[in-house]
């Protein structure tokens, strides 16, 4: 299919020397973020004991430890990490994280090959980026599957072809290939307060090693797979026009929403609003009769009032606003045993109310609109609305806020402000070679 030579093309001719210099900024800050969202994981115990389970052998560096593995190994192990805290960047238009997918698969082939440079790692972390975000961005996901460990795979392979060098024939196999490896995952894993969901990531970026791999031992693919499994499996529908329409002039990696927030993006609508109020005037939480929360379809999923495990109450609305007016805060430590089991937190989530308003779901995808009423003991009623978040696209995060989030994410890492340089420096090739140096190629 034309659409799909064209995406190969793509893959293997774009320079990150002749892009807009305002998208090469762009893709280090998203580069920056999403590496500050590995290094904060690795401080969760399971991804420290999944960690503990492999050999230390191996010509990759493991991203934020001192250890190496296998390339596809260290692939696994980076997305794991960097999806466990919820603090990893995401995109509207695709559907889901693409960073992730395409920053991991790379970090792992990029550190096994000292002998590329950091501009050849930059790179293949745009190409993949954009190469998996399209993807999403052409199919229609069935309601039952989450994004994560989908089209994901389709960035990380882009990403490992590009290191490797592949013609644009090979990569379109390797972009088959990789169709096939993706997975079946559930969109409620999440809700149930299931941690898999933190492993769909990473097994996407191993797999897109794997289809490269796959290329150079001579495998075939099936014909137009991408579409295939995108829009009959995964996918109700895959429209090719999409893939491939402004290729190249618009850059998706442009458009992401970053996070302040350790929870899903859709929890975080609301405590934009909560935080509104806050600034207005004090919110005696123990005066609190009901919240209601009124919002879009899929925000509206998340209305679990009991959460049990960190990544339940992650992806609870009425726990993370609980979290934030009792606790004060909804960064990582927040969401540890102390706070899951707090009897006044847990009060106070059980009176709030998640609702689906179908005219505010008909807003999407330019709007995220999110509503919420504060009843109070006294009988006083409080209202207030937003359209947005701080960290979406249309609303930014300053760069000094994006700093100050990354050195919290890597809090304990020594060096941390000088990884944050060297990720920033990526329009700089001095800079980004220190950071090799640093983290990958020690």
Same mark, same amino acid.
């Given at each position: 299919?034309?659409?799909?030579?064209?995406?190969?093309?793509?893959?293997?001719?774009?320079?990150?020397?002749?892009?807009?210099? $305002?998208?090469?900024?762009?893709?280090g800050?998203v580069?920056?973020?999403?590496?500050?969202?590995?290094?904060?994981?690795w401080?969760?115990?399971? &991804?420290?004991?999944?960690g503990?389970c492999?050999?230390?052998?191996?010509?990759?560096s493991v991203?934020?430890?001192?250890?190496?593995?296998?390339?596809a190994?260290?692939?696994?192990?980076?997305?794991?990490?960097?999806?466990?805290?919820e603090?990893d960047?995401?995109?509207?238009? %695709?559907g889901?994280?693409?960073?992730?997918?395409?920053?991991?698969?790379?970090l792992?082939?990029?550190?096994?090959?000292?002998?590329?440079?950091?501009?050849?790692?930059?790179?293949?972390?745009?190409?993949?980026?954009?190469?998996?975000?399209?993807?999403?961005?052409?199919?229609?996901?069935?309601?039952?599957?989450?994004?994560?460990?989908?089209?994901?795979?389709?960035?990380?392979?882009?990403?490992?072809?590009?290191?490797?060098?592949?013609?644009?024939?090979?990569t379109l196999?390797?972009?088959?290939?990789?169709? $096939?490896?993706?997975l079946?995952?559930s969109?409620?894993?999440?809700?149930?307060? #299931?941690?898999?969901?933190?492993?769909?990531?990473? &097994?996407?970026?191993?797999?897109g090693?794997?289809?490269?791999?796959?290329?150079?031992?001579?495998? #075939? #693919?099936?014909?137009?797979?991408?579409?295939?499994?995108?829009? =009959?499996?995964?996918? =109700?529908?895959?429209?090719?026009?999409?893939?491939?329409?402004?290729?190249?002039?618009?850059?998706?990696?442009?458009?992401?929403?970053?996070?302040?927030?350790?929870?899903?993006?859709?929890?975080?609508?609301?405590?934009?609003?909560?935080?509104?109020?806050?600034?207005e %005037?004090?919110?005696?939480?123990?005066?609190?009769?009901?919240?209601?929360?009124?919002?879009?379809?899929?925000? $509206?999923?998340?209305?679990?009032?009991?959460?049990?495990?960190?990544?339940?109450?992650?992806?609870?609305?009425?726990?993370?606003l609980?979290?934030?007016?009792?606790?004060?805060?909804?960064?990582?430590?927040?969401?540890?045993?102390?706070?899951?089991?707090?009897?006044?937190?847990?009060?106070?989530?059980?009176?709030?109310?998640?609702?689906?308003?179908?005219?505010?779901?008909?807003?999407?995808?330019t709007?995220?609109?999110c509503?919420?009423?504060?009843?109070?003991?006294?009988?006083? &009623?409080? &209202?207030?609305?937003?359209?947005?978040?701080?960290?979406?696209?249309?609303?930014?995060l300053?760069?000094?806020?994006?700093?100050?989030?990354?050195?919290?994410m890597?809090?304990?890492?020594p060096?941390?402000?000088?990884?944050?340089?060297?990720?920033?420096?990526?329009?700089?090739?001095?800079?980004f070679? %220190?950071?090799?140096?640093?983290?990958?190629?020690?």
């Amino acid at each position: 299919m034309p659409a799909f030579e064209d995406l190969a093309s793509f893959i293997q001719s774009t320079d990150i020397n002749r892009i807009p210099p $305002s998208i090469r900024h762009q893709t280090g800050l998203v580069l920056a973020d999403t590496l500050g969202a590995i290094l904060a994981g690795w401080r969760e115990n399971d &991804v420290q004991a999944i960690g503990r389970c492999y050999a230390d052998a191996g010509t990759a560096s493991v991203f934020g430890q001192p250890r190496k593995a296998d390339a596809a190994t260290a692939a696994f192990l980076t997305g794991f990490a960097g999806t466990a805290v919820e603090l990893d960047e995401g995109n509207y238009a %695709a559907g889901g994280h693409p960073a992730i997918h395409a920053v991991a698969a790379a970090l792992a082939e990029w550190s096994a090959r000292p002998d590329l440079p950091g501009e050849q790692f930059l790179n293949a972390v745009l190409v993949g980026y954009e190469a998996g975000a399209r993807t999403g961005m052409a199919m229609t996901l069935r309601p039952a599957v989450h994004p994560h460990g989908t089209w994901g795979v389709i960035g990380a392979a882009a990403a490992v072809a590009r290191l490797r060098g592949f013609s644009p024939e090979a990569t379109l196999t390797a972009l088959e290939l990789a169709a $096939s490896l993706s997975l079946a995952t559930s969109v409620t894993a999440s809700l149930r307060g #299931s941690a898999i969901r933190n492993i769909y990531a990473g &097994v996407a970026a191993q797999n897109g090693l794997l289809a490269c791999d796959l290329v150079q031992a001579g495998m #075939s #693919s099936e014909p137009n797979g991408i579409a295939v499994v995108f829009g =009959s499996v995964t996918g =109700s529908r895959f429209a090719h026009e999409k893939l491939v329409d402004g290729l190249g002039e618009r850059w998706l990696i442009a458009e992401p929403f970053l996070k302040l927030a350790s929870s899903c993006r859709e929890t975080q609508g609301a405590l934009e609003v909560i935080e509104g109020m806050l600034s207005e %005037a004090s919110i005696d939480p123990f005066q609190i009769e009901t919240i209601r929360v009124t919002t879009f379809a899929p925000a $509206s999923a998340l209305k679990e009032t009991g959460p049990v495990t960190p990544i339940g109450a992650r992806f609870s609305i009425p726990f993370v606003l609980a979290l934030r007016l009792m606790h004060g805060s909804v960064w990582i430590d927040a969401f540890g045993e102390e706070k899951l089991r707090d009897p006044a937190i847990r009060a106070l989530a059980e009176r709030v109310r998640v609702v689906e308003d179908p005219a505010m779901t008909r807003r999407l995808p330019t709007e995220r609109p999110c509503r919420i009423e504060l009843s109070m003991t006294n009988g006083s &009623v409080r &209202v207030a609305e937003r359209t947005d978040a701080f960290g979406d696209p249309g609303h930014p995060l300053p760069e000094m806020a994006l700093k100050e989030k990354f050195l919290r994410m890597a809090d304990g890492v020594p060096d941390a402000e000088a990884a944050w340089i060297g990720a920033r420096a990526a329009d700089k090739s001095q800079g980004f070679e %220190a950071f090799s140096r640093l983290f990958l190629h020690g």
